[in-house]
């Protein structure tokens, strides 16, 4: 390697210590990491420091993982649904009206950057700024445990009809047409048997790792190669092997590769272009619309029958503006549309609601809680069949989170305590796969302080097994029980020994830790054969 190598390898290696520092500090305030990640873009802005080939293609490369396990999760019935395609068209036109209108208003006022604009160019800035973050919401969804629920399929949903809109403004403003031969990209479907077939075959180990980078990055070229964006191609390809436990296992295996390549993307925001004080002014005074923004989906989805935790949910998700307007704004920059400095002002935008986004959050719940009543009076009194609230019965067990250890451990209380068991999962697929396995499971969000407030009614609950994937999602469990008084035994899971001391100090009865605790049960099974084998 030679000096300039070097050189480069070093610049990027500070890239990675400043980035890592200000996300340490984020989750220490109680922030998402990725709010340090974009104040890390700014600040190497703010000294002049450009992005990189090496950040450039790794961003690139998140993007297409992240759309990549997006589609390996994703449930094609969920575009159907007029809360998804019907909520996101109308809620476009409202921003595009509404912003476009305000920002019109202001060049008529020849007021800093917005003088020179005409209808036409405060429209196509409104347009930029009526996308939400699928990077962003889909991390956020990630760590807290929520991709499956309600909320969170529908905020996804959005996010990809969104993404299709910005692919159809591209290809028509760049003057660039999918090809005719666009259509064989058709021949994928006939594919999928052949496609989850080698998926069962690779194992559990780097093979598992290797055949995702293949499809991701496979599927990308191909749909770059006829003239569609590639990232869609990293989604379709996710979508075509979805729906199986294999394809959540290679999901779950992917997640650091993706958080990691992530991290350029996030870094190259801020590193998007030049700082100046009208910029940054004109920048955090768009901010505040992302208020409106969201609640303009509020009021959409509560409309759209939804139930208003559900509508609330969805929408503080979707309280941020996207990368997708950067590329908006780029080619409206390119063509000559906009002034350079409007690039700027929307990554400026983007990254202060995403500050904006992260808090609201990370407070949701609560947000949710203290003005729930407010709140309900604005929903309709019609539900839809997935978004009602279940009823336990006469259930004495719940066990939350019906993955593999959450399957097992119903299994085991079943065989002891027989139909006073009952299994609560948010995964709607799940759901159907045990009930048609004979499991008693429903379908619900037990993050929702409705639930456990017709729980602590039903005064049968005695025990509580969390066995939910991440420490987010058990600790969200553990605050409705708290806030809904209630007073039976809670047991939960703990992936690393470091979660073991926030459960038992967010009111955990016990706590079991999976891999400590494996060794255990696996002596306790030897020992229970073995004597069942004496003579």
């Not at 190598?5 to 990725?34: E, N």
């Not at 068991?421 to 697929?429: I, L, N, P, R, T």
């Amino acid at each position: 390697m030679d000096f300039e190598q070097i050189a480069f390898a070093f610049g990027d290696l500070a890239w990675l210590a400043i980035a890592f520092a200000l996300g340490l500090l984020s989750r220490a305030v109680g922030l998402p990491p990725l709010v340090g990640f974009l104040c890390a873009g700014f600040v190497l802005n703010l000294y002049g420091i450009g992005g990189g080939e090496v950040l450039r293609r790794l961003s690139d490369l998140g993007i297409t993982l992240l759309l990549f396990t997006v589609g390996l999760k994703l449930n094609l019935r969920t575009f159907a649904r007029p809360q998804v395609w019907a909520v996101t068209g109308l809620h476009m036109a409202m921003v595009v009206l509404v912003f476009g209108t305000a920002f019109f208003a202001f060049a008529l006022w020849g007021t800093s950057l917005f003088s020179g604009l005409d209808l036409g160019r405060s429209l196509l800035i409104a347009f930029a700024l009526s996308f939400s973050s699928t990077v962003f919401v889909v991390k956020v969804l990630e760590e807290r445990g929520e991709t499956a629920s309600l909320h969170g399929r529908i905020a996804v949903g959005i996010l990809i009809v969104q993404d299709l809109a910005a692919v159809v403004f591209i290809a028509f403003s760049t003057g660039l047409s999918p090809s005719f031969t666009a259509l064989l990209v058709l021949l994928l479907i006939p594919m999928r048997p052949l496609l989850v077939y080698i998926l069962r075959r690779v194992g559990h180990g780097e093979l598992l790792v290797l055949y995702g980078l293949l499809l991701a990055l496979g599927g990308a070229e191909i749909f770059e190669l006829v003239g569609l964006k590639g990232d869609l191609g990293a989604l379709a390809l996710g979508v075509l092997i979805a729906n199986n436990s294999k394809a959540d296992e290679m999901a779950k295996t992917m997640l650091g590769f993706k958080d990691l390549f992530l991290l350029a993307f996030f870094l190259s925001i801020g590193l998007s272009g030049p700082l100046t004080l009208d910029v940054v002014l004109v920048g955090a005074a768009v901010t505040p619309l992302v208020l409106l923004k969201s609640a303009f989906f509020f009021a959409l989805l509560s409309g759209f029958k939804l139930r208003a935790r559900t509508s609330l949910m969805a929408s503080l998700n979707l309280t941020n503006f996207s990368e997708f307007g950067l590329i908006v704004a780029a080619i409206g920059v390119g063509n000559g549309w906009l002034d350079g400095r409007w690039l700027i002002v929307i990554a400026i935008a983007l990254a202060l609601s995403c500050v904006v986004a992260a808090s609201l959050n990370v407070w949701s719940q609560q947000i949710h809680a203290r003005y729930r009543t407010w709140w309900n009076r604005l929903q309709r009194p019609e539900r839809l069949a997935d978004d009602r609230l279940f009823d336990i019965g006469g259930s004495k067990i719940a066990v939350i989170g019906m993955g593999r250890v959450g399957t097992a451990a119903y299994d085991n209380m079943h065989r002891l305590h027989g139909e006073t068991v009952v299994g609560v999962e948010m995964d709607a697929v799940k759901v159907e796969r045990q009930q048609a396995n004979g499991r008693h499971v429903l379908l619900g969000d037990v993050s929702d302080a409705d639930f456990w407030d017709r729980v602590r009614e039903a005064h049968t609950i005695e025990l509580v097994m969390l066995t939910l994937p991440n420490l987010a999602a058990n600790l969200a469990v553990l605050d409705m029980l708290k806030t809904a008084s209630f007073s039976g035994r809670v047991v939960a899971t703990a992936r690393f020994p470091d979660e073991i001391e926030p459960l038992e100090a967010a009111g955990a009865s016990s706590v079991y830790y999976l891999y400590a605790e494996a060794g255990s049960g696996f002596a306790a099974h030897v020992a229970e054969q073995a004597r069942s084998n004496v003579p």
